[in-house]
């Protein structure tokens, strides 16, 4: 089964200008409200809903502002149909380097990513 990547590449380009700028309206323009961020920490499972993630993106500074380098790149893409996208890419803001796992659902108004779970080590 053969599906154009572009439009998902293109929301997940969008997520990476996001993470970097800090900007947090481009962020919440490509996840569903209902979406929700989900990773583990020291053995619990930790939630965030993505409007309180919005607002913690916009009280620190970015990677961006802070001249920090930038390196992101989709792992793999995996579409089930056209309308659905399993999306594994990496991505840092150090001192975190992230592999942040993505479910994105083409809706009636385009892709948007309806989950996030990831993880991150710590480097110096």
Known sequence: MSHDRSTVEAIVQQYFDGLYEGNADKIGAIFHPTADLRWQEKGELRVLTVPDWC???RK???AKS???P???FIVTIDRSD????FI????QLPPRYF???LVAMKLKDGWQIVS???RYDMRE
């Open 66 to 68: 802070e001249g920090k």
């Open 70 to 72: 930038r390196e992101d």
């Open 116 to 118: 996030k779970s990831y």
């Open 88 to 91: 594994k890419v990496r991505c």
């Open 60 to 62: 620190r500074p970015s």
């Open 82 to 85: 056209d309308s659905t996208a």
């Open 55 to 57: 607002d913690r993106i």
């Open 99 to 101: 592999t942040d796992y």
